[in-house]
């Protein structure tokens, strides 16, 4: 038989388990959140340029055929790759159509890609319906203490590390990483060395299309399949992207998670408005004190 | 002599044609409803539902013998259309009335508009009550309809520890506040409340602060698209708490859109729905399918709308004319009735609000619904025992339980 | 080099100014009347053969003109891209509604509420620029900055519905919106105001873009317009020169911001209403898209883009129904990828051969 003190000190530890961990639950929901909606835009913003308000459409393009997919059969993971797939190819098709002739005008690249969003989202309405049958969140839920936590969402912070860390090696350790960090720093000399430019800007901005619709494939399962789904991912990727500054990896993990600590601080303290304020106001104070964004901080030149 | 017999000649065959054609005027109808756009989900079905009782209603001959014209402008779920096509319907197209507006800001951006030109309007939408408008008629239901009857009820089945979790805006923090006040005269207690932004779609926080609070049920008053994914992010923590809601399934169709068991054991106070199962309702679904065949669902609204044709209809043939005063006239005398999907409603004229039918929608395991409790007339009676007589004072103000008209 | 020599000291920035945004081609601006101006003058005389819907109509798009005014002054001309535009905007247009809510809607205090949301704009813009500008903010960052700041606005006002939520006897009402606030009007023969709604309203519209427009031009065409465009060109050139770019990025962003409440001010008198809607994202980008597609640098492409762009989205709407928004796209689309620098400046090239 336990004596008290043990019972005590066991409901005391695991009440503290369960508080910290239910924090760092939060954290990862809103930094894998942050993190996974900014991965494309800043591969199309932070590194190209380009000032693509059609990040919401390869969202929700990649969601829409993970869903439709996962519901003819296909098992679920794999139909996450294939929505990622469908977004990175439309993501080429726009590229080749609209984006290459618009690279000595960055700016007319918010016209382009907001009148593409209207497009897109308005025929989706038309031809899809307003809103498909979404998917079930995959896994189950697990307790700890008072409170049960969905075992998909508590690993999604992985994936986005994960995929974070795919991406570094894509660009530090492969030859068209290597390639297109050259033609973006200075496309003119990668030119004159001999690599195809418009090919490389085509599958850098394929691979940020890509990202995008991984982000919508990994939280369809989680939230309402409506053709403006993408629009909720919008903010939060520029101001992350942003706030990272331009270096897409040594500036989104340092943005993601201090503005993801900032959000899911503020949420449980004070509620789900102070929390959208709050991460909006940081956005304002960090850009304040680092004008090159958080990226700059750990970039050696 | 001869001028004058073919003058009288010439009248003789001008005079019936300028009859006729003076006759087929037609009744204009101005719709001002969002087709595209966040809203347009549930406005659809809107509509169509409009369509279907115009065109019944000309298929028997009008109103009054006229055809009724429907004149729709698509206002795309932005309030600045909202007030750009009010003000062309009103200054160009001249429509004897105006239904539309689905969220209770496209109704207000529009509401000075409709007053300043003395314009018959119909809101026909739930919303979070209290508007007491001379030139405004409602046939959406309104809080003291739905929350009266649907909280009482789950707190003797399920425990007096109710946790509110509504979006963070008008018809949020009213209904809140409405769940408020019904907990405390009935002896409950409020475990939580939390208010989210329209903008949020990320509930980790919330489901765990409802885990702490440990209320006996939930109540659910989320608005939109992002603020839905609620229900599948909840059940994937395996909250599995019952839930209710004056708003949910009724408008969006949550339990059609969202897998099993995402919606589990949601209770729901609409004024129909389409699995209601009366003569009236089957009837009215069969004609409705038979038009608008793929219609993902038939809502709440849906048969609001198609009620409110018919109360206009009703309304123009008691005063014997579409002039705007003269219907409102006739519909503040009361007894504007019309037999629709919810049976019989009329519409009050003390508050212009209808009275409604409230069906208790039970969401099953595989979001079949279950109707254990159905309500007949319950009236909007609020409006009126706060002050608000529309019949004997004019007004053109929104009230609130924490406003009330100044007696 | 010669006449740099002739030049005393305190003469050297401002006619480095001058040197530098002459050799970076700016075009010295025409003194014969400006065709713009002359259309603007002929909008007078629209009620004589528009409908009332019509003026209407019209006096609406010319609302949103001064916002975009506004930025393409701050983005054409300064380089700043802000998407501060609608919350200056809603700002405004909510201190015209306290403020005539609360003291009457006599003439005086109308266009007292005017000039008080004016002043706020002006304040709050002096406040945010400083921040930014002098803050050393540059570029994108600028957008995402304003970005947040419209954000955190439109979030904090929808959620405003209760009724601790008052200024004085105004209800901020949230999300549903402030109405109830009175149109302008001026002082009439005895104790009648003379409302300014219907074809007054245009004319006081066009009044007040006649002077916006050419206090604008002539802003731009100084000195300081064109140590703006130096500015804009170079910020590097000119800070060497000695120019205090910051004192100048401030300055236009005061003047921008402040033309976007004018638009919010009159927004509210035309329509006795405002909503936190108006300071939402899609809200935040349109002022972007008419200046962009007009072409930022032109004063009157920003006019004409946005009034056919409004009129347009309108007309799809009438003509298009369910296709208006697709339809929309595929102009916009269009337009920026066939006319690199805006509709009116390539279609004054194709035209005039400049």
């Keep these: 038989m336990d004596c008290p003190g043990a019972t005590f000190s066991k409901g005391l530890a695991m009440t503290l388990l369960t508080t910290v961990y239910s924090f760092l639950y939060q954290f990862g929901d809103s930094f894998a959140y942050l993190t996974l909606s900014a991965l494309g835009l800043a591969v199309i913003f932070g590194m190209m340029g380009v000032i693509n308000l059609a990040h919401g459409e390869f969202v929700m393009c990649g969601a829409y055929v993970t869903i439709l997919t996962a519901k003819a059969g296909v098992p679920l993971p794999l139909a996450m790759l294939t929505g990622a797939l469908a977004a990175a190819c439309v993501g080429a098709i726009l590229e080749y159509l609209v984006v290459r002739h618009l690279y000595n005008r960055l700016f007319d690249s918010i016209v382009a890609t907001w009148a593409v969003s209207l497009i897109t989202q308005q025929a989706m309405l038309i031809f899809a319906g307003p809103s498909i049958e979404g998917l079930s969140t995959p896994f189950n839920s697990f307790e700890l203490g008072d409170y049960s936590f969905s075992t998909y969402r508590a690993l999604l912070p992985f994936f986005a590390i994960a995929v974070l860390a795919g991406l570094y090696l894509l660009f530090f350790r492969t030859n068209y990483g290597v390639y297109a960090r050259a033609t973006i720093q200075n496309a003119q000399m990668a030119k004159c060395l001999g690599l195809r430019t418009p090919r490389i800007y085509s599958m850098t901005f394929a691979l940020g299309a890509g990202l995008a619709g991984l982000a919508g494939a990994l939280y369809a399962p989680t939230i309402t399949a409506v053709p403006t789904m993408g629009s909720s991912f919008i903010v939060p990727a520029f101001v992350t992207v942003v706030t990272g500054g331009a270096n897409v990896l040594l500036g989104v993990l340092p943005a993601a998670g201090f503005l993801g600590l900032i959000q899911s601080g503020m949420t449980a303290a004070f509620g789900q408005l102070a929390g959208q304020i709050g991460l909006l106001i940081t956005v304002i104070f960090v850009i304040r004190l680092l004008p090159m964004g958080m990226g700059h901080l750990f970039n050696r030149r | ?407 | ?354």
């Design chain 3, 1 to 354: 080099m010669t006449f740099l020599n002739k030049m005393k000291t305190t003469e050297l920035p401002k006619a480095a100014a001058t040197a530098v945004a002459q050799s970076t081609g700016a075009r010295p601006w025409k003194n014969v009347a400006d065709p713009m101006l002359l259309l603007i003058v002929a909008c007078f005389f629209t009620p004589l053969f528009l409908s009332q819907g019509g003026v209407s109509n019209l006096a609406y798009c010319l609302i949103w003109t001064f916002a975009a005014i506004g930025l393409a002054s701050m983005w054409g001309f300064g380089g700043i891209l802000s998407f501060g535009q609608t919350a200056f905007f809603g700002l405004a247009g909510y201190c015209y509604g306290v403020f005539t809510i609360n003291f009457g809607d006599s003439p005086l205090s109308t266009w007292a509420g005017v000039l008080s949301g004016l002043l706020l704009c002006m304040v709050l813009a002096a406040l945010l620029g400083y921040m930014i500008f002098y803050g050393g903010i540059k570029d994108v960052f600028i957008g995402i900055v304003t970005l947040s700041v419209t954000l955190v606005f439109e979030t904090f006002m929808a959620q405003t519905a209760g009724p601790k939520w008052a200024i004085g006897a105004a209800r901020l009402n949230g999300f549903n919106g402030m109405s109830a606030m009175p149109s302008l009007s001026l002082p009439g023969a005895g104790a009648e105001h003379i409302l300014l709604e219907g074809n007054y309203f245009l004319f006081t519209v066009l009044v007040l873009l006649v002077i916006v427009y050419v206090a604008t031009k002539k802003l731009l065409s100084s000195s300081f317009g064109l140590t703006l465009e130096a500015i804009r060109e170079n910020p590097h050139r000119a800070e060497m020169l000695g120019i205090d770019i910051r004192r100048y990025q401030l300055l236009i962003f005061i003047f921008g911001s402040t033309l976007a409440g004018l638009s919010g001010i009159l927004y509210t008198a035309w329509g006795s209403y405002i909503t936190p809607s108006s300071m939402g994202l899609t809200a935040s980008a349109m002022p972007i898209i008419w200046v962009a597609t007009g072409g930022r640098r032109s004063l009157a492409g920003a006019i004409i883009a946005t009034v056919a762009l409004l009129d347009l989205s309108q007309e799809l709407v009438v003509y298009g129904s369910q296709y208006a928004l697709v339809l929309m796209g595929f102009i916009l689309l269009v337009v920026v990828m066939l006319m690199p620098a805006g509709v009116l400046p390539t279609l004054k090239t194709m035209f005039f051969r400049q």
């Design chain 2, 1 to 407: 002599m001869n001028k004058i017999r073919r003058m009288a000649i010439a009248c003789a065959f001008t005079l019936p044609v300028a009859m006729s054609v003076m006759a087929v005027e037609p009744v204009k109808l101005g719709l001002l409803e969002d087709q595209s756009g966040n809203f347009s989900l549930a406005v659809i079905p809107k509509i169509h539902a409009t369509q279907l009782a115009i065109d019944e209603i000309n298929a028997k001959g009008g109103i009054l013998g006229r055809p009724i014209k429907l004149i729709h402008y698509d206002t795309q779920s932005d309030n600045t259309k909202f007030q750009e096509f009010a003000r062309r319907l009103i200054q160009t197209d001249k429509p004897e009335v105006i239904f539309g507006g689905f969220s209770s800001a496209s109704r207000e951006a529009i509401r000075p508009i409709m007053d300043k030109a003395k314009q018959l309007y119909f809101y026909n939408n739930q919303y979070e009550g209290g508007v007491c408008d001379s030139n405004v008629f409602v046939t959406g239901a309104v809080p003291e309809q739905q929350f009266s009857t649907l909280v009482p009820w789950l707190m003797e089945k399920y425990g007096k520890r109710v946790y509110t979790i509504a979006a963070d805006y008008n018809f949020g923090q009213i209904s809140a506040e409405w769940v408020r006040k019904i907990v405390k005269e009935n002896g409950g207690t409020m475990a939580g409340e939390e208010f989210i932004p329209l903008s949020v779609n990320q509930f980790g926080q919330t489901i765990q602060n409802i885990q702490k609070a440990k209320p006996d049920f939930v109540m659910t008053l989320l608005v939109g698209n992002l603020q839905s994914a609620y229900f599948e992010q909840q059940a994937a923590a395996n909250l599995n708490l019952p839930m209710g809601s004056s708003i949910q399934v009724g408008q969006a169709y949550e339990h059609k859109r969202f897998k099993p068991p995402a919606l589990k054991n949601m209770y729901v106070t609409p004024n129909y729905i389409e699995e209601v199962d009366s003569p009236a309702s089957n009837d009215f679904k069969k004609r409705f399918k038979a038009k608008y065949p793929n219609e993902p669902y038939i809502s709440q609204e849906a048969a609001n709308a198609y009620d409110a044709v018919y109360i206009y209809k009703a309304a123009a043939e008691k005063a014997k004319s579409t002039d705007m005063v003269a219907v409102r006239k006739a519909l503040e005398g009361g007894g504007i009735c019309t037999d629709g999907p919810q049976g019989k409603v009329c519409m009050d004229p003390k508050s212009h609000h209808m009275s409604h039918t409230i069906y208790l929608a039970h969401v099953q395991d595989d979001h079949s619904i279950k109707f254990p409790k159905v309500w007949n007339d319950i009236q909007p009676y609020w409006l009126g025992e706060a002050g608000c007589n529309l019949a004997v004072k004019a007004d053109y103000s929104q009230y609130t339980p924490s406003n009330p008209p100044k007696k």
